[in-house]
């Protein structure tokens, strides 16, 4: 349980953090947790696994990545307590792996749509995205980046650091700059932390504004996103809850003002009108296409 507690305060606190790193982590925890469980009989193992999968699932309650790797992992067909231990430790091997491998070839496939000398604008940090850039930047692709700060949290300063690793020309802008420097920019390329049915999409907080300054001026808007980021309850009708974090993230001293509140909502909505492609493991689709790839892969969670 140790171990499970400290994997759930560390996403809480973002030293995990992006929506397939918390997958991973999740699955990790479980697996681990699975193992160490002892119990007598296959019940009392679900309900160890159900109550180890709710104390993940409050940590962050916007990304779905976290609810499908939990669901991944936790579902078995097994009719005994060590075949259920051996599936669960196994689904959760499962998920870690595939989840890595999705990573390096959504890169494969979105980096075709990158051209010779083309620049890109990202925002905060998100691996599959960086999958397309460094794609694109082995191919000999000659590409410049532009990634933003990413307030509050600044999660740009990281992919600033890891593009810096690969060598790739990068300029770092304050979030509001993006109109600005849009003109220069040949597409946009960000990650997702869940998708619609609808093929809308939350990501990190002012990635709306900056579709609507892309689509403005016509510029491609490029998601990133691993099938496990699409949500099967948006199907059933449910609103994607926007996690509102800490106004200590967006100023540590309190104010001093009595009439004056700070919000710090962490994602918003980007409408799927203003998105022209969804660069997947298993293809780029539009965003229409997001209620197939939910009955297809993650059809699990319309039972209810
Ligand atoms: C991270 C964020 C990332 C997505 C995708 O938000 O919005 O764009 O999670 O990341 P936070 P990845 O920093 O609040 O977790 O492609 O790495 O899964």
């Known amino acids: 349980m140790d171990q499970l507690?400290?994997?759930?305060?560390?996403?809480?606190?973002?030293?995990?953090?992006?929506?397939?790193k918390i997958g991973r982590a999740a699955a990790e925890a479980l697996r681990d947790f699975a193992l160490n469980l002892r119990v007598q009989s296959l019940e009392e193992f679900d309900s160890g696994m159900q109550m180890a999968a709710d104390v993940l699932l409050k940590t962050r309650p916007t990304a779905v990545s976290l609810f499908n790797a939990v669901k991944i992992v936790v579902t078995h067909r097994a009719k005994d307590l060590e075949s259920a231990r051996e599936e669960v430790i196994s689904n959760a091997n499962r998920f870690i792996e595939d989840s890595a491998k999705a990573v390096e070839k959504i890169g494969e496939i979105?980096?075709?749509?990158?051209?010779?000398?083309?620049?890109?604008?990202?925002?905060?940090?998100?691996?599959a995205a960086l999958s397309i850039i460094g794609a694109a930047?082995?191919?000999?692709?000659?590409?410049?980046?532009?990634?933003?700060?990413?307030?509050?949290?600044?999660?740009?300063?990281?992919?600033?650091?890891?593009?810096?690793?690969?060598?790739?020309?990068?300029?770092?802008?304050?979030?509001?700059?993006?109109?600005?420097?849009?003109?220069?920019?040949?597409?946009?390329?960000?990650?997702?932390d869940v998708i619609t049915a609808n093929g809308s999409l939350v990501n990190k907080i002012g990635t709306a504004q900056i579709a609507l300054?892309?689509?403005?001026?016509?510029?491609?808007?490029?998601?990133?996103?691993?099938?496990?980021k699409f949500s099967p309850r948006t199907i059933l009708g449910e609103l994607v809850p926007i996690?509102?974090?800490?106004?200590?993230?967006?100023m540590p001293d309190p104010l001093k003002h009595r009439h004056v509140r700070i919000r710090n909502p962490a994602f918003d909505v980007t409408p799927h009108r203003y998105i022209d492609?969804?660069?997947?493991?298993?293809?780029?689709?539009?965003?229409?296409?997001?209620?197939i790839i939910i009955k297809e892969t993650l059809g699990f969670e319309l039972d209810g």
């Open 5 to 20: 507690s400290e994997t759930a305060r560390k996403i809480s606190s973002m030293e995990i953090r992006g929506a397939g």
């Open 110 to 127: 979105g980096c075709r749509r990158i051209k010779a000398g083309d620049t890109i604008l990202t925002h905060c940090n998100s691996m």
């Open 137 to 192: 930047h082995r191919a000999g692709k000659d590409i410049r980046v532009i990634a933003t700060e990413s307030r509050p949290r600044l999660q740009g300063l990281l992919t600033i650091g890891m593009l810096d690793e690969m060598g790739i020309e990068t300029e770092l802008i304050v979030d509001s700059a993006v109109r600005s420097v849009m003109d220069e920019v040949d597409l946009v390329v960000v990650g997702a």
């Open 213 to 228: 300054c892309a689509n403005e001026a016509r510029k491609s808007f490029v998601v990133a996103a691993e099938t496990y």
């Open 243 to 250: 996690e509102e974090r800490s106004p200590s993230e967006v």
């Open 277 to 291: 492609l969804i660069c997947t493991e298993v293809g780029a689709i539009p965003p229409e296409m997001s209620f």
